[in-house]
């Protein structure tokens, strides 16, 4: 499954973006999609997931009521929705796919997830 995520870019605080991340040479059925991010000199971080049956969304707590997570599985997308961007979001942002299976406890875990995008990068300035 190749991952193709887009959407990042330079916003304002409190401005909004929607990432999309696109599979190709696969598709998201009964698979679990992430997005994970990695600011300059840190760790890289869980954002949000949403599991293979779109009926449950995971966020860190940072974002939760701010992100929301959704998925087209007719086009194999996955979309975050990022409102009242913050300083603090900025970062590049990679969307990720397991091979199925993981279990809930591991959704936040990034060696879980077999396929990742290149990534997008989102700059929020003050």
């Known amino acids: 499954v190749q991952l193709q995520a887009c959407g990042g870019g330079l916003v304002q605080v409190g401005d909004s973006l929607r990432l999309s991340c696109a599979a190709s040479g696969g598709t998201f059925s009964r698979r679990n999609v992430a997005w994970f991010r990695q600011a300059p000199g840190k760790e890289r971080e869980f954002v949000a997931a949403i599991r293979w049956n779109g009926g449950h969304t995971y966020y860190r707590d940072s974002v939760r009521g701010r992100f929301a997570m959704s998925k087209n599985s007719a086009k194999d997308t996955a979309y975050l929705q990022m409102n009242n961007l913050i300083p603090e979001d900025t970062a590049t942002y990679y969307c990720?796919?397991?091979?199925?299976?993981?279990?809930?406890?591991?959704?936040?875990?990034?060696?879980?997830?077999?396929?990742w995008g290149q990534g997008t990068k989102v700059t929020v300035s003050s």
């Open positions: 990720a796919v397991d091979s199925g299976g993981t279990i809930l406890s591991e959704i936040r875990n990034a060696r879980s997830y077999e396929y």
